[in-house]
C-alpha cells in the first residue's frame, strides 16, 4: 500500500524524520510530498526541501521524495496512493489536523487519513522553533540532522530571517 507524508518540511526536523522511519515500516511505499505553497511565507525553496529531505532519507528504501501544487487528494490520487500520513504532536495539532483529514475525506472519501504520534522526545518540535533558534544563534543539534543545522546557519549568515514567528 502506498502512503503520502505531506507539509511543508522547512527544514525537515527530526520530529519529521520520526515519522518517516515509522511510516517506512508500515507501508510499502511513503512518498514525502512537499507542499510548495501553503500560505507561508518559506525559509527555503522547494527544491532546497526537497534535497534536505533526500539526503536525510538516504538509507530508507522504501521512501521517495516528491513535490505537489493543488489539491493533496489529487496528488494521491495521480500517485495511487490510498493514505494520507500525518504527525500529531500536542492538541494544539489536533483542530488543523482534524479540519484537514475531514475535508479530504469530504473531497475523497476513498483516501484515508492516517495520524502517527509522536515520539514524547520530539512532542514539542517544529520547523518554526528550529529555524527561530537557528536564526539566533543557537544550536538545533539533536532537533534536525546536521546538515540541516548547517544550511539554517548558512542562511542566517545570508541575513536571511524570514519566517520568524
Ligand atoms: O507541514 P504543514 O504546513 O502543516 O503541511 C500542510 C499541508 C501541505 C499538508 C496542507 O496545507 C495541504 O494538504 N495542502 C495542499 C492543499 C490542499 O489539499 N488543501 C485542502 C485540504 S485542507
Known sequence: MIAIYPGSFDPVTNGHL????????????IIVAV???????????AE???????????GIDNVCIDSFEGLLVEYARKTK?????????ALSDFQYEFEMALTNRKLSPSIETMFLMTCA???YLSSSI????????GSVVGLAPDFVAERLRQK???????DIP
Open 130 to 137: 528550529v529555524k527561530e533558534i537557528a536564526a539566533l544563534g
Open 48 to 58: 532546497e526541501r526537497k534535497e534536505m529531505l533526500i539526503e536525510a532519507c538516504r
Open 18 to 29: 520520526d515519522i518517516i522511519e515509522r511510516a517506512a515500516a508500515l507501508f510499502d511505499e
Open 35 to 45: 507542499a510548495p505553497n501553503t500560505g507561508k511565507e518559506p525559509l527555503f525553496s
Open 81 to 89: 496512493a490510498q493514505v494520507i500520513v500525518k504527525g500529531l504532536r
Open 156 to 162: 542566517a549568515r545570508e541575513g536571511i530571517r524570514r
Open 121 to 123: 522526545e520530539n512532542s
